[in-house]
């Protein structure tokens, strides 16, 4: 309970609707800026109820934003970048998880279940391709 | 097997899964480092900017190590817990001011009584980040080796010191 | 006083709703004349209680009643009187009172408008809804009591979440609730078939319009609360694939397949047992989704502050009513296989392919929801699974969905000849795909892969959609007058092609800037001027702003003036953003004002949002293909 208490109390001291703009310079090549810009959207705010940091007024959003931008002007890639960010807040800081063992059925599962469920249509078709077409019931129809 | 028994399956499955989630806070996120070596890094003290502390001072004993702000409400909540834990126990607290004004951490900690070995001035944040930490307080411990084993965050107090670090810590000291 | 009545006549509407319960199902099985007509006197009484009950809630807040705890957290002296009614539905205990309320009017209008429906087959349904509320009474009396005292009584209140503090509030709730308890009427059909064990033509006819008018209201609270997200929140999304949000479009993208697939079993009888299922799914969701918000299990700005006692309360409902049902479908749904058929060219082709590919969209958006709870469970690692993969995942069914949406509307059922078919469909399909790939370049200048799929899909449905009609209307004298049903269809599918044009558009052509801007200062956006004149203090009823003034000027040519404001209310004193919107037909300017930078300068935020008011037409003109298909006449009562 307690601890529940503190990291609410915690997560008060954020504002909750303003959204958020660096105090610092934008990137001046706008090839860079639109990677940043790309980058924080799909960086969680890790105190804050499902934002992202580009969103986010929150002090941990703007250090991590700095951060980025500090890891970004020294040339690492986004890859690098969010190593960086995962080793230190774990999985959870990505909006878009990474591939990986765990995260594997996340990216396969859409692709897995189109497939299922055309098995199962087509499962479906051919049982009712099979039997007798009845006229049976004549209700109110579309006009053809 | 009946296929029509399929959908009540994975409802039975699913219905101990949410009673479990249940039993978790959704904003609690685990550290990192659990097991792994702690973040090195090197401040300035608070109280003297020409004195230094940081990850060498863990070596070779157990440590606390408690991330706190003059800003924060909870921080506020534990610090009489924390002096009490200073005096009645032998492992060190340091403590890192995390985002805050130096004049002011000074200030409160003379008033408020210090229950820290060292305290280091962590004013950008920039070592909170590297430890993961993602709200104030946050208290964790270090063993003998340097390696983060436990990290709490929330307000330390009796029923957590007992129930989850007092457990650890007489593990570590066999 | 008054507290303590509405609190009786929740007691009062409980003993009615367990009389409407239990009396009507026992009569249904010894066909017990007098039993089952209980049903009808028990819902209107059950009704009529629960309904004062709101109304004293009403009355407390209306008159500053702080010795009730509830409207002491929620309500403030100083608050408008019109926030001061909609604060009754803000927060669990009296959102939870009003779904109750809802509830019960479904049932009473069941009870009142089916004069067609077998009686023993009605007793059971009103049977079922009346346990269904039962449920929901119980919990609200044992766990979640609006009328709890609070003794000393506050000399003021909490104040209401400035957030909520606004019209959207006003509307959202209940018309969402209305759709999501409406899916209950659909759950009872099927529980009522399935105790009686059989499951007809009829049975589809009599249920199809009240899950036609619960996924109506659904459409639309989904699209006003998308709708107020927008203009609210500051930051100019329309969709977040947040929890709560997933937990309402789950019972959606469900019931739509299930308003499909009774098309199917009204007209030919099949897939009788998939429908059962699906109306059991549809409201499963709904209770899921209520779960997932008021158990405090998932993060969310929208999840209601509440703690874990109440979850598992609503999750022990959620097991009995769930499993319950599904057992009995185990028992039941074999025997329900009917032995026609179809070619592989023909209506219920489609449809089973509309279902297929709706469930897989749900079963995703089910996934990724839960996905982290399950992944944490497992392993304790948190993964997290935000908008970067719900659009992905989302597209995989849903772009063949579109596309097929156009061919099956003039598939004729049983068995479908090619020629006509394809004389009828290949100039629509060519005119859809070039329009699909010049329209965006005309307009905007360029068109890329997945623009042109969307603008194709678009261009194709909205085509498609109006052929009928079209052809009907040239047609019109003589035996070819398009029915309500077939104009309904068409429609609810021109809503759903308005719907993916503006999505299309916005996501492709969006364009925000976030710069920081000093009075005097002017930014381009999209060929529009944006020159912050000033910023200044302006005082509201109960908050203090921030205002920037914005003046507009495209081409030299004045536009708008905008007035962003960052408020700050009295009493929770937090900021508040309430953004500048321009709207017009076919595209929105939003200015936003961010933080004081210092030196006089403000961030802002600035986006030109092409063609996002025809998401929320869309969907409006979904929900009016419904309420037309609804009007049909097969659907009406019998002549007295």
């Known amino acids: ?144 | 097997m009946n296929k029509y028994l399929l959908p009540l399956i994975v409802i039975v499955i699913l219905i101990p899964v949410l009673i479990l989630g249940l039993q978790k806070d959704p904003r609690e996120l685990p550290s990192q480092y659990i097991g792994k070596p702690a973040p090195e890094f090197d401040l300035p003290t608070v109280q003297d900017p020409e004195q230094r502390m940081g990850s060498a001072d863990f070596r070779g004993k157990i440590s606390l190590v408690n991330f706190w702000g003059t800003w924060c409400v909870g921080c506020r909540a534990e610090h009489n817990f924390l002096l009490q834990l200073s005096r009645e126990q032998d492992i060190p607290i340091y403590s890192v001011n995390y985002r805050d004004q130096r004049s002011k951490a000074i200030s409160w900690l003379a008033q408020l009584g210090n229950p820290y070995v060292a305290t280091g001035n962590d004013e950008d944040g920039r070592v909170g980040l590297d430890w993961g930490v993602y709200g104030a307080p946050e208290t964790f411990l270090v063993n003998a080796d340097g390696h983060v084993m436990l990290r709490y965050a929330g307000p330390m107090n009796p029923a957590v010191w007992e129930d989850q670090f007092l457990p650890r810590i007489a593990e570590l000291k066999q | 006083m008054i507290p303590e009545i509405g609190h009786f006549a929740l007691i009062l509407a409980l003993s009615l709703a367990l009389c409407q319960g239990v009396l009507p199902l026992v009569g249904a099985q010894r066909n017990d004349t007098a039993m089952m007509s209980v049903a009808r006197t028990a819902a209107y009484g059950q009704f009529l209680f629960v309904a004062i009950s709101f109304g004293c809630l009403i009355w407390a807040f209306v008159h500053d009643d702080f010795s009730v705890l509830y409207v002491a957290n929620h309500s403030q002296l100083s608050l408008p009187i019109g926030y001061k009614v909609s604060a009754v539905w803000s927060a669990h205990e009296g959102s939870l009172l009003m779904w109750i309320l809802i509830l019960s009017g479904w049932t009473v209008a069941v009870a009142r408008f089916s004069s067609g429906v077998p009686k023993v087959l009605l007793a059971r349904v009103l049977g079922v809804l009346g346990l269904l509320s039962v449920g929901f009474l119980l919990f609200e009396l044992l766990t979640s009591n609006a009328f709890e005292r609070l003794i000393p009584a506050a000399i003021d209140g909490g104040d209401l979440n400035p957030l909520l503090q606004d019209p959207g509030l006003a509307i959202h709730p209940p018309i969402l609730y209305i759709g999501y308890v409406g899916f209950s009427v659909a759950f009872a059909y099927a529980v009522a078939a399935m105790i009686g064990g059989d499951l007809d033509q009829n049975w589809a006819r009599w249920m199809r319009p009240w899950t036609i008018v619960a996924w109506m209201f659904l459409t639309v609270g989904i699209a006003l609360g998308s709708w107020w997200a927008y203009y609210e929140l500051g930051w100019g999304g329309w969709w977040f694939w947040d929890a709560v949000e997933n937990a309402s479009f789950m019972p959606w993208l469900v019931g739509t397949a299930l308003i499909h697939s009774l098309a199917v079993t009204e007209r030919r009888g099949l897939f009788k047992s998939w429908t059962l299922l699906l109306s059991i799914s549809a409201f499963s969701l709904s209770l899921l989704g209520t779960f997932l918000v008021r158990s405090g299990i998932i993060v969310s700005v929208h999840a209601f502050a509440t703690d874990p006692t109440r979850g598992y309360f609503i999750l022990g409902f959620l097991g009995i009513v769930v499993i319950g049902a599904l057992a009995l479908y185990a028992w039941r749904a074999p025997s329900l296989d009917s032995e026609v058929g179809f070619s592989p060219l023909s209506r219920e082709t489609f449809l089973l392919l509309n279902n297929v590919l709706l469930v897989v969209a749900a079963t995703l958006v089910l996934m990724g929801t839960l996905a982290p709870l399950v992944v944490e469970m497992i392993n304790g690692g948190k993964i997290s699974i935000g908008p970067p993969w719900f659009e992905v995942a989302f597209l995989v069914p849903t772009i063949p969905l579109v596309f097929l949406l156009g061919l099956g509307m003039h598939t004729a059922w049983r068995q479908q000849s090619t020629g006509p078919w394809i004389r009828l469909l290949r100039l629509p399909v060519i005119a859809a795909v070039v329009l699909g790939i010049v329209l965006p370049l005309m307009f905007y200048g360029r068109v890329g892969l997945l623009l042109g799929v969307g603008c194709t899909a678009a261009a194709w449905i909205v085509i498609s959609s109006l052929i009928q009609p079209v052809r009907s209307w040239r047609r019109r004298k003589g035996s070819a007058a398009i029915t309500r049903s077939a104009l309904g269809m068409s429609i609810a599918h021109l809503g759903m092609g308005f719907f993916i044009i503006g999505v299309t558009i916005v996501s492709a052509f969006g364009i925000e800037s976030d710069r920081a801007m000093r009075p005097g200062e002017t930014l381009e956006v999209a060929g529009f001027d944006f020159e912050l004149r000033e910023i200044r203090q302006v005082q509201g009823p109960n908050y203090t702003a921030i205002e920037g003034v914005v003046e507009v000027r495209r081409d030299g040519d004045f536009v708008t003036t905008m007035r962003p404001q960052k408020r700050q209310y009295l009493v929770q004193r937090n900021w508040m953003t309430e953004a500048g919107i321009y709207p017009s037909w076919n595209k929105d300017l939003f200015v936003a004002l961010g933080d004081e930078l210092g030196d006089g300068a403000w961030s802002v935020r600035i986006q030109y949002k092409p063609m996002i008011r025809f998401i929320w037409i869309g969907a409006l003109v979904m929900a009016l293909g419904g309420l037309v298909s609804v009007t049909d006449r097969r659907y009406q009562e019998p002549a007295k």
């Not at chain 1, 990291?7 to 940043?36: C, E, H, N, W």
């Not at chain 1, 396969?108 to 469920?117: K, Q, S, T, Y």
């Not at chain 1, 006229?135 to 006009?143: F, Q, R």
Request: charged content about 25%; aromatic content about 10%.
């Open chain 1, 1 to 144: 309970m307690t601890r529940r208490l503190a990291i609410m109390l915690a997560a008060m001291l954020v504002t909750v609707s303003a959204f958020a703009i660096d105090t610092g310079k934008a990137f001046d090549d706008p090839v860079l800026q639109a990677r940043y810009e790309h980058l924080i959207a799909e960086v969680r705010c890790v105190t804050c109820q499902n934002q992202n940091i580009r969103d986010s007024n929150a002090f941990i959003a703007a250090d991590l934003r700095r951060e980025i931008r500090r890891l970004m002007s020294e040339g690492k890639s986004d890859a690098e970048i969010k190593e960086f960010l995962v080793s230190r807040y774990g999985d959870f800081v990505l909006y878009r998880p990474r591939m990986s063992g765990k995260t594997l059925f996340l990216w396969i599962a859409p692709f897995a279940f189109l497939l299922f469920a055309a098995f199962a249509f087509v499962r479906v078709l051919r049982h009712r391709m099979m039997l007798p077409i009845d006229a049976e019931t004549t209700k109110e129809g579309e006009a053809q």
